[in-house]
């Protein structure tokens, strides 16, 4: 199976921006989509891939955020469309990067899928 990343443009500070994860070419090795965490990642220019958000598997859907996008990120899950989102809002120059989503199937503790990136540019 493969994720694809989707929803990435251009906008300005302040702007706001959905982007969606979804997956496609087949099924995954283990489980189905609803038992893998899910997470947005990204990489500015120059630098090192971080941590944005994520959200839990089932159940109580935890979310956990990089205090860099607190109160201005929403990430969820639909999981009968095998489908992640980020809303973006507020969006600032510093949030300018390739974001990648990413699954971890159950209790594993590292990412086992990733997709290929879908570029955001804030101007000031």
């Known amino acids: 199976v493969q994720l694809q990343a989707s929803g990435g443009g251009s906008v300005q500070a302040g702007g706001s921006l959905t982007l969606s994860c979804t997956t496609s070419?087949?099924?995954?090795?283990?489980?189905?989509?609803?038992?893998?965490?899910m997470a947005w990642f990204r990489q500015a220019p120059g630098k090192e891939r971080e941590f944005v958000a994520s959200?839990?598997?089932?159940?109580?859907?935890?979310?956990d955020y990089a205090d860099s996008v607190k109160g201005r990120f929403t990430i969820s899950r639909v999981n009968a469309k095998n489908t992640v989102y980020l809303q973006m809002d507020s969006l600032e120059p510093e949030d300018t990067g390739i974001y990648f989503c990413?699954?971890?199937?159950?209790?594993?503790?590292?990412?086992?899928?990733w997709g290929q990136g879908t570029l955001v540019t804030v101007s000031s």
């Open positions: 990413a699954a971890r199937y159950a209790a594993d503790t590292d990412y086992n899928y």
């Open positions: 070419g087949g099924t995954f090795e283990r489980g189905t989509f609803s038992t893998y965490a």
């Open positions: 959200i839990t598997w089932s159940g109580s859907r935890k979310t």
